[in-house]
């Protein structure tokens, strides 16, 4: 009866034009993802198609495509059918995706997931839009991964973004339907679809959407009561998975977290679960990836409210110096667990494993972190340097920050060497890591400007130069997205940065050898990268031939007549972490900026 049932004709049961499995076959394998911002101008019968269908008559075969053949080609779906054991391809896809990016990151339960997989072939499938949306999401990223791995993967990628559709179709209604635990998830893996494409708006939306979604149903509370233990660590993996996407957005943009850091109390995923889920194998020795990211995600979540919100601008010079040290220590803290088991120069001298690229992200994410306390070293040290009489221990906090100062430039230097393995995971991957070293790159440039004859100047520009190609190439493979902005700025800061290099070369060849030693030693006797001392008065740009009245920089932000340099860095480094936000306020005002171009 099963297989009967499974050769039954599509007819018998709906016509084509009812089936919900339809897939837009003309967007490109990564703009594809601004359909976002067009999903109901195009002419598709999707929009229309209710979830309630069930599609086990009508289930993705890759030999079987019916395709439309109208005017409207361009634009219209197609259905992929499966009929037979052929639907046996489609409860593979759904093995693929558990076997891969799910065991990274543990967003379903793989056996929940199957049940309603199994129940979906038969008489009484699942009808509710949360689950609806689960499925075509846990499609989409199967699809996903399988474009990833081909040479030419646009087949895939196309599969993809139509499951991604189908799951856009009941966004609606999970908001206006009371939320359960699978509403929760299909949010969340909608923003995750969305994290690696050039157009990040989506993911900023739906990681928002889940979060509050996750606290209708309790998941920020430890509620353990009439649950089985499997229920229990589901909706704990699946709260931190909401979590991680929000203080990893918050840390970037420079907007608020969701997610209270005062009003939460589900416990870490554990470091060794029993089912091995978010665990990887990293240079022959287990590492507990998942443990190890929600752990960074409360970091960047502590960095964030205490370094780079408004009431920073309120406090005293020596609080904010003790707040800079404790997301020092943490940070430094969590380095240490993390490479116990990972080394880069070791993980990638072989054929990298498909996990690894995970656990490379989270490496660019933490030098990114830590490089960005540069800017806070940057604006204690305006008050250090105009009172120091008001602090009676000044010796010892000019210390402390100066070796966070020269960590977090390390940290940039760490971020930017980190590009020659992004080739290795795909175009999707370095869509999702390129703020990292572009971010760096600023750093490093900045840094540049204020201290133009530092010992490090030479390489640090080559590095920025390195940047800026890695940003040319993603931009030349598609035009007209927020990275642009990016390349535009990163470009306009290394030709700064070059000039005053430049200048400052030129300038130290006409001075004594005996004041060029004393002014690249610190106090303790050591050579510095901080060869130039933040209190003193900086030349005016164009003194040292760096000409920026025409730059999109001095555009864009307010330049002191006070200190030019000084607060070029300032203004480019806080509070304004780089660099959606400075897209939103440098194009929001342009009425006829396209929407996908801002972002």
């Avoid at 008050?383 to 010892?396: I, K, T, V």
Wanted: proline residues 6%; negative net charge; charged residues 20%.
């Amino acid at each position: 009866m099963e297989v009967q049932l499974q050769e039954r004709p599509m007819h018998a049961s709906r016509t084509e034009s009812d089936s919900p499995n339809k897939i837009d076959t003309s967007i490109p394998p990564l703009t594809a993802a601004r359909i976002s911002t067009n999903i109901n101008s195009g002419s598709n019968d999707v929009e229309n198609q209710s979830y309630r269908s069930s599609p086990s008559k009508c289930q993705p075969d890759e030999d079987n495509i019916q395709s439309n053949t109208d005017s409207e080609a361009n634009r219209a779906p197609y259905v992929i059918n499966a009929e037979g054991a052929r639907m046996r391809y489609f409860v593979q896809l759904v093995g693929e995706y558990f076997s891969a990016f799910n065991r990274v990151m543990p967003l379903f339960h793989e056996g929940t997931v199957m049940r309603l997989v199994d129940k979906q072939f038969g008489w009484n499938p699942d009808e509710s839009p949360s689950w609806w949306a689960s499925l075509n999401v846990i499609l989409a990223s199967a699809y996903r991964e399988r474009a990833q791995q081909l040479p030419d993967g646009s087949d895939e990628w196309q599969k993809s973004m139509g499951h991604i559709r189908n799951a856009l179709n009941v966004v609606v209604e999970l908001f206006m339907r009371a939320a359960d635990l699978l509403a929760v998830q299909a949010m969340l893996g909608l923003a995750i679809l969305f994290q690696n494409t050039p157009n990040p708006q989506p993911l900023f939306m739906f990681a928002a959407a889940g979060m509050r979604l996750s606290h209708s149903v309790g998941l920020h509370r430890n509620q353990t009561f009439g649950l089985s233990p499997s229920e229990i660590e589901e909706r704990r993996r699946t709260f931190w998975i909401a979590f991680i996407l929000d203080a990893d957005i918050s840390h970037r943009t420079g907007r608020p977290p969701v997610q209270d850091a005062n009003d939460f109390d589900t416990p870490l995923p554990s470091e060794s679960p029993h089912d091995g889920i978010g665990v990887v194998d990293v240079q022959g020795a287990r590492l507990g990836y998942f443990h190890l990211l929600a752990r960074f995600a409360l970091i960047q979540h502590q960095v964030y409210s205490h370094l780079y919100t408004t009431s920073v601008q309120t406090k005293i010079t020596r609080d904010l110096i003790g707040e800079l040290k404790n997301c020092q220590e943490a940070l430094l803290e969590w380095r240490i667990s993390f490479e116990k088991h990972y080394v880069p120069e070791l993980a990638f001298s072989n054929a990298p494993h498909y996990h690894l690229q995970h656990v490379l992200r989270l490496d660019f994410a933490y030098h990114c972190c830590y490089a960005k306390l540069y800017q806070v070293c940057i604006l204690v040290r305006r008050p250090m340097a105009q009172a120091p009489e008001d602090l009676e221990d000044y010796a010892a906090l000019d210390e402390q920050v100066n070796d966070t100062l020269v960590r977090s430039l390390e940290s940039a230097r760490s971020a930017v060497r980190l590009i020659k393995h992004v080739n290795l995971f795909g175009p999707s991957f370095a869509w999702g890591i390129l703020y990292f070293p572009a971010a760096a790159s600023v750093i490093l440039s900045s840094h540049l400007l204020a201290n133009p004859f530092h010992q490090h100047a030479a390489s640090d520009l080559a590095m920025a130069h390195e940047t800026i190609k890695f940003l040319s190439r993603i931009s030349s493979e598609d035009p007209g997205t927020y990275v642009d902005y990016i390349l535009s700025l990163c470009s306009e800061l290394e030709s700064a940065a070059k000039k005053a290099s430049s200048q400052a070369a030129q300038d130290l060849s006409r001075q004594p050898m005996e004041n060029i030693n004393n002014s690249m030693k610190e106090p303790g006797g050591s050579v510095s990268n901080l060869t130039m001392p933040f209190h003193m008065n900086f030349a005016t740009p164009q003194s040292e031939g760096v000409d920026l009245t025409r730059s999109a920089i001095s555009q864009n932000y307010d330049m002191s007549t006070v200190d030019p340099t000084f607060d070029l860095a300032m203004n480019l480094q806080w509070p304004i972490p780089p660099f959606w936000n400075w897209g939103d306020m440098t194009t929001g005002s342009d009425e006829n900026t396209n929407n996908e171009q801002a972002l």
